[in-house]
T-cell receptor
Framework: DAMVIQNPRYQVTQFGKPVTLSCSQT?????MYWYQQKSSQAPKLLFH???????NEADTPDNFQSRRPNTSFCFLDIRSPGLGDAAMYLC?????????????FGQGTRLTVV | AQTVTQSQPEMSVQEAETVTLSCTYD???????LFWYKQPPSRQMILVIR??????QNATENRFSVNFQKAAKSFSLKISDSQLGDAAMYFC????????????FGKGTHLIIQP
């Protein structure tokens, strides 16, 4: 029944070593989002894809990039992780165009930087 | 830019009692959505309830209901007959219109259910 799946659930990476987080969906939603949630804070939108169109939030660091090779998959690439990038990363999807569906979230990937 | 404020970092309620979580928001837009999401520990965020700004009637979902005061920009969540499974972080969220914009979240309220 899993609809938005994030892998891995837990990721440990070394300071400065590139890391990729993945998200897949079975909902056929046209929008996919990446949020960063630091401990005891609200999730913060990093960017989203509307179909193939990439939309970056103004304050998202250049260190973060994303790819969406097809409707089902979206990746978050962190080029040079710093200690401040340790957080939970949430993927979400929604559908828009003929009405709006609410966002469905994955279980998140908790990133640790050592 | 829109902002969402949750002024209660933590709330506690006895099982079977009713609790209300507060949320205010600031926007100049007329077309928007408001949501309450629940995030249990180490589990995914799930939608509790949604409200379209153009709808005057308050949304309800079983034991969950909202008090949407558009002029006051207030959107509180009432949980009736609280259950142990309701224990979680609750986030109030705002979304502009029906497009692809993401959610703006409040800082969350940690709800504790006392048995």
């Amino acid at each position: 029944d899993a609809m938005v799946i994030q892998n891995p659930r837990y990721q440990v990476t070394q300071f400065g070593k590139p890391v990729t987080l993945s998200c897949s969906q079975t909902l056929n939603h046209n929008v996919m989002y990446w949020y960063q949630q630091k401990s005891s804070q609200a999730p913060k939108l990093l960017f989203h894809y509307y179909d193939k169109d990439f939309n970056n939030e103004a304050d998202t660091p250049d260190n973060f990039q994303s790819r969406r090779p097809n409707t089902s998959f979206c990746f978050l690439d962190i080029r040079s992780p710093g200690l401040g990038d340790a957080a939970m990363y949430l993927c979400a999807t929604s559908r828009t165009g003929t009405g709006y569906t609410e966002a469905f979230f994955g279980q998140g990937t908790r990133l640790t930087v050592v | 830019a829109q902002t969402v404020t949750q002024s209660q970092p933590e709330m506690s309620v006895q099982e079977a009692e009713t609790v209300t979580l507060s949320c205010t928001y600031d926007t100049s837009e007329s077309d928007y959505y408001l949501f309450w999401y629940k995030q249990p520990p180490s589990r995914q965020m799930i939608l509790v309830i949604r409200q379209e700004a153009y709808k005057q009637q308050n949304a309800t979902e079983n034991r969950f209901s909202v008090n949407f005061q558009k002029a006051a920009k207030s959107f509180s969540l009432k949980i009736s007959d609280s259950q142990l499974g309701d224990a979680a972080m609750y986030f109030c969220a705002y979304k502009s219109g029906g497009g692809a914009d993401g959610l703006t979240f409040g800082k969350g309220t940690h709800l504790i259910i006392q048995p």
